[in-house]
Structure formats: structure tokens, C-alpha cells
T-cell receptor
Framework: GESVGLHLPTLSVQEGDNSIINCAYS??????FIWYKQESGKGPQFIID?????DKRQGQRVTVLLNKTVKHLSLQIAATQPGDSAVYFC????????????FGKGTKLSVKP | KAGVTQTPRYLIKTRGQQVTLSCSPI?????VSWYQQTPGQGLQFLFE???????NKGNFPGRFSGRQFSNSRSEMNVSTLELGDSALYLC?????????????FGPGTRLTVT
């Protein structure tokens, strides 16, 4: 499959455990944030988004937390499954323009059965 | 509904050559964006097209260009290839333009420049 990063931070968890992936963003003016999942050989897949007027948003088995004070974003995955193994990227955006979408370098999640 | 398709999936070119990559968006989607993904720089925005018009452009040299056709299919072209252009080129489509929103990525074209 495709290699998306040679030296990505790696998070290794046991199947069934909860996973927390962290991301520090750079621009205090960013007002929209997205988490993507990228499996080997595939393009990034949208997971969940959050706007800056919220500090928490929940999806199916995923929760995103936003702390604007310290410019920190986290993705929590409940009951992690082997199919969750992938590289996870956060992205920040300001002004609503596609050209202002800045991606983080990613974290590789490895789920042990 | 078919997803975003990109052709070719793999390509090997020599320095100085040019290359054209193709992207077919999801049916009904009129916005297509292109990204470059490398281990060192991660994902970087190249440009966005909507209704055959370039709406946004990232910070890449003029050797990188693109276009969109009336059926929303898009192509990107890189001229005078350099070794540093080796990357995974991703396109993404969305229904709306102008905002990142929920966009759907294709599998990418892996370009290797030798």
C-alpha cells in the first residue's frame, strides 16, 4: 500500500480499548476543524468535523474535542477495532476557503487483536 | 454511487518531462480539489476548481496547473518535472464549492520522478 509518512507518531492500542489521538493546530483564527482517516492505498476519508463555536461533537464511536485556549484538538475512538488501523489527520481551516485547509502530519493508529 | 476515480494509479517519469493526471469526481459533484502528499510535507493543497473555474490556488510554482471540463472531470499537469515532485497526488470532490466541508478523496496517483 501507499506510505503516507516515514516517521509518523504511532499509537498502539488493544482491540476494544478506547483510543485518543491528539493534534495541535497552528492558527488561532482557525474556525473549522476536520479529522480524516487514511488507510493504506486509499485517499483520506472524512470522519468528523467541528466548528470553533463548539468544544465537543460526537459521531458514531468517535468524539472530537476542541480546546481553543491551547489550540488542541483530539479524536476519541471508542471500542477500537482492527478496521480502525490507519493514519489519522487533523485539518484546520479559516475563512471557509478550500485553499486555507491546513493538514497535520498525521498519527498512525495500530490496533492489536 | 461510484467514488472518486483517478488515473493512472502509478506513474514513473524522468526529470524534465511533463505529466497529466486525471480525476473523475462523484456524479453530481462540481467541485474538485487537488492535493500533494509527501512524507516530509504531508498533505498540501494545490488548487480547487468549480464549474470549470479555478477558485483557489495553493502555494505551488507555475509548473503545476489544472483544468476542469464541463462534465466536472479535472486534470492536473506538472511540467518540467523535478525529483521533488515525487508524491501521491490526490483529488477530492464535493457538491459545494468554496469551503472544505465534506469532501471525498480518490485513491491518488503515485508519481515517481527519476
Amino acid at each position: 500500500g501507499e506510505s503516507v509518512g516515514l516517521h509518523l507518531p504511532t499509537l498502539s492500542v488493544q482491540e476494544g480499548d478506547n483510543s485518543i489521538i491528539n493534534c495541535a493546530y497552528s492558527n488561532s483564527a482557525s474556525d473549522y476543524f476536520i479529522w480524516y482517516k487514511q488507510e493504506s492505498g486509499k485517499g483520506p476519508q472524512f470522519i468528523i468535523d467541528i466548528r470553533s463555536n463548539m468544544d465537543k461533537r460526537q459521531g458514531q464511536r468517535v468524539t472530537v474535542l476542541l480546546n481553543k485556549t491551547v489550540k488542541h484538538l483530539s479524536l476519541q475512538i471508542a471500542a477500537t477495532q482492527p478496521g480502525d488501523s490507519a493514519v489519522y489527520f487533523c485539518a484546520e481551516n479559516y475563512g471557509g476557503s478550500q485553499g486555507n485547509l491546513i493538514f497535520g502530519k498525521g498519527t498512525k493508529l495500530s490496533v492489536k487483536p | 454511487k461510484a467514488g472518486v476515480t483517478q488515473t493512472p494509479r502509478y506513474l514513473i517519469k524522468t526529470r524534465g518531462q511533463q505529466v497529466t493526471l486525471s480525476c473523475s469526481p462523484i456524479s453530481g459533484h462540481r467541485s474538485v480539489s487537488w492535493y500533494q502528499q509527501t512524507p516530509g510535507q504531508g498533505l498540501q493543497f494545490l488548487f480547487e476548481y468549480f464549474s470549470e473555474t479555478q477558485r483557489n490556488k495553493g502555494n505551488f510554482p507555475g509548473r503545476f496547473s489544472g483544468r476542469q471540463f464541463s462534465n466536472s472531470r479535472s486534470e492536473m499537469n506538472v511540467s518540467t518535472l523535478e525529483l521533488g515532485d515525487s508524491a501521491l497526488y490526490l483529488c477530492a470532490s464535493s457538491f459545494l464549492a468554496g469551503g472544505p466541508g465534506e469532501q471525498y478523496f480518490g485513491p491518488g496517483t503515485r508519481l515517481t520522478v527519476t
